[in-house]
Structures are given as C-alpha cells and as structure tokens.
C-alpha cells in the first residue's frame, strides 16, 4: 500500500493575472506563500516517509515552505510538471477563450497518460510508503484519477483542487 498527500503549489502571480501557466516556473505570491505554511501545519501529525514535487518554482517553494525543517528525502522530478499549454504558455486565458487549443500544447489524452506514468514511477519507489506529492491543478486531476481507476471521459467528476489543498489517496 502507498499513501500519497497530493497538494497543489499555493497561489501565484500567474494564477491571480489568469494566464496559461503550463510549464512556466510561476512565482508565489505573499499569499500563496501563507497557503504552503498553512499546508505545512495540516501535515504536521501526518508521518511522512518522502516528497516527491515538480521541479517547476511554484511546487519546490511550496514544498520548502511546507516541508520547512522536516528532513525528508526530496525528488523534483519534471514529469509532475503541469499541462504544456504550447504557444498558449503565458497569455491570458480570457483573451484566448473559445480558441482551440494550439497543436504544440499538450493534450488531456497525452497528460491522462503522462500521469499513469507517474503512478507507475511512484509504485516503484515507493510501495509501502507515505509520501507528499506537491504539483498543480490540471496535472493533480488527472494523477487522482488515474490512481482512483477513473477514466479519462470522467476527469471533471474530480473536483477543482484549490492552492495548497491536500487529499489523502491510497494506490
């Protein structure tokens, strides 16, 4: 049995301005910063055994706020990272509403596939472990489904994840 805390990074500027975040590193806002020592709190009594995050600036200051001086192996690994938005990457969503997606972004099929190979990577580092995976919104979606069975037609059955919120899942 593996027992993941999936999180998403606390706010950003990026979040705030609503633009194509995707891949970009983002940055924490005053608040977002508040949200990952809030996450920090909440995970105070969870024994964890590992972290594992996106390599992306948002996740890995989440992770150092929330983490703070709990010494615990750490990997950063880039196939957390969220959707590639493409060209998109850094426009404002309401300028672009009703565009089709551009064909250099990735696709919901592609990061659905993406994330069954992060549940693959984590069964085989850490079975039998509790470990705090800290990513983003889109990416998290699709790696909760992928370890809850859900099938890529029922993604938004799994609701929205806010900054910084945490749900216990079990592989």
């Known amino acids: 049995m593996l027992r993941i805390y999936l999180a998403r990074h606390g706010q950003t500027c990026e979040n705030l301005s609503r633009v194509f975040q995707g891949q970009l ?20 009594g969870v024994p964890l055994d590992a972290v594992v995050s996106s390599d992306l600036r948002r996740a890995v200051e989440t992770v150092r706020l929330a983490v703070g001086d709990r010494r615990l192996p750490w990997e950063q690994v880039p196939l957390f990272r969220e959707i590639d938005w493409g060209s998109f990457t850094g426009r404002k969503i309401d300028d672009l509403q009703g565009q ?9 099929e592609q990061l659905y ?21 800290v990513a983003h919104g889109l990416f998290n979606r ?28 079990v592989l």
């Open 25 to 44: 590193p983002g940055c924490l806002t005053d608040e977002g910063r508040r949200q990952a020592l809030a996450l920090g709190e909440r995970l105070r």
């Open 100 to 108: 089709p997606f551009p064909p250099d972004a990735e696709t919901a």
């Open 113 to 133: 596939e993406r994330a069954g190979r992060c549940v693959e990577y984590l069964r085989s580092r850490y079975e039998g472990c509790s470990v705090l995976v």
């Open 142 to 169: 699709s790696l909760q489904a992928r370890i809850e069975g859900i099938p890529m037609e029922r993604l938004r059955s799994i609701p929205h994840m806010a900054n910084a919120e945490v749900r216990r899942l």
